[in-house]
């Protein structure tokens, strides 16, 4: 049993905002910092305050640094993550492709244009970009760990096996890592040893959101709702943990819901 069987939502599904949410707002934001652009690119303090805004906010503004300078590596890489994270995966990785054709040496972004394809679950086009970035880093688990992503989606198993334990040799204890080596071995049914390693995940100083929600995943999916729900409701508003509750309950009674499907998990920590 591989990544087909029925898994949880991915992050997206978990606890972005909705997409047409994002979509209603684009348009007033875009048109007000369009007549409000400065006549030159903001300073590192503008820089830094715009890495705590929303995603939607932070598009706007790095869109805006780098129509004043489109070789701007910084705000190409930043305006593609903002992008990945409103779900605009496809302009999310023709803006890192861009990047990396004026810095075609830039590991950030050809991780990012790994990470795009990942979101998309188009792994097969994510491996070249992620064993560029990895040629450029040898020593960037992030790499390693994106590759082990897209060569799971592509069903190459073994190879994304090894992947991942390279990147759990270069970060012993990543969360990250650890969750999607934890998600790789559900969708083998090995569901006692992905509940471990994501245990052991959660114990990690740097864990988020998206390591506890795989958990509560496993959790459901084993039958351990009351743990699950108690996950869910930790870090989720209620009606996407009462969605989610149901899902998998119905799952548990051995139904199949009809009006909802769970994607590819490995979206949720896209390698880090």
């Not at 978990?14 to 979509?23: G, K, R, S, T």
């Not at 048109?31 to 503008?46: F, I, L, S, V, Y």
């Not at 830094?48 to 932070?58: F, G, I, K, Q």
């Not at 559900?186 to 100083?205: I, N, T």
């Amino acid at each position: 049993m591989c990544r087909k069987l029925v898994l949880a939502a991915t992050v997206l599904s978990l606890i972005a905002a909705p997409a047409w949410a994002a979509e209603r707002k684009a348009k007033s934001k875009s048109d007000a910092a369009a007549t409000t652009a400065a006549p030159g690119k903001a300073g590192a303090e503008q820089r830094a305050a715009a890495d705590r805004l929303d995603p939607l906010a932070r598009a706007t503004f790095w869109a805006g640094e780098l129509q004043i300078d489109p070789a701007d590596e910084t705000a190409g890489l930043k305006l593609a993550q903002a992008l990945r994270q409103l779900g605009q995966h496809q302009k999310a990785i023709e803006t890192a492709e861009r990047v990396t054709i004026t810095n075609p040496n830039s590991a950030e972004a050809w991780l990012e244009v790994a990470r795009g394809h990942i979101g998309q679950g188009q792994g097969f086009f994510a491996i070249d970009p992620a064993r560029r970035a990895q040629a450029l880093r040898p020593k960037d688990w992030r790499a390693a760990s994106l590759l082990g992503v897209a060569l799971e989606q592509t069903g190459r198993y073994p190879e994304a096996e090894a992947a991942y334990a390279q990147a759990l040799q270069l970060s012993p204890n990543n969360p990250s890592v650890l969750s999607n080596l934890a998600m790789f071995r559900a969708g083998q049914g090995k569901g006692d040893e992905a509940e471990s390693l994501l245990r052991r995940a959660v114990a990690q100083p740097g864990a988020t959101i998206e390591v506890r929600q795989n958990l509560s995943l496993v959790l459901g999916l084993r039958g351990k709702l009351a743990e699950a729900e108690a996950l869910m409701r930790q870090d989720l508003p209620p009606e996407v943990a009462n969605n989610n509750l149901a899902y998998l309950r119905a799952v548990a009674a051995g139904e199949k819901p009809a009006d909802r499907s769970w994607k590819t998990l490995q979206q949720s920590q896209d390698g880090g």
